[in-house]
């Protein structure tokens, strides 16, 4: 990848970071997948865990349908994960929380997301996580910046 003007050292930083985020989205699945669920299952789960999830808000948050949302809600009903039931205040909606097994799985996911943590991340030296936070930080700003002026 040769652009105009555009040397060596730019263009070795966006392969790195091409390759770092693969590295963490294939991470994700492994770590989804080792407790039965995709990456989307997970999320809701998550966000289930949390007592105030709402799948519209889910679903505007991931850009996602509300029919995609009520699917992922299904297989996580039938894995036996959450239950529903009618709000007391609103008839209209359903409140999810997670059951006991529901609890388990994610106390396992936050289990295995910790111990990836700790193996990768903790012997790190702190002047070089100093130093990746601050790029990184500036990074998205450039980044959120020009997505803005493209708008």
Known sequence: MKEKGIGPPVI?????????TELFTQRR????????????????????????????????????TP??????LRQLLDKGLVRSRI???DGRQRRYRLTAKGERTMA?????????????WLDLRPQ???????????????????AGQRE
């Open 128 to 146: 070089s996580l100093d130093a990746f936070t601050r790029f990184a930080d500036e990074l998205i700003t450039r980044l959120e910046s020009y």
């Open 67 to 72: 029919a995609a949302v009520s699917k992922i």
């Open 12 to 20: 070795t930083a966006i392969e790195s970071l091409q390759r770092l």
């Open 87 to 89: 709000s007391r205040t």
């Open 108 to 120: 396992a996911l936050r289990e295995a997301r910790q111990r990836a943590i700790e193996a990768i």
């Open 29 to 64: 699945e492994q770590l989804a997948r080792g407790a039965g669920l995709t990456v989307a299952q997970w999320e809701a789960l998550e966000q289930i865990s949390d007592e105030h999830f709402m799948p519209s808000l889910f679903a505007r948050e991931r850009q996602s």
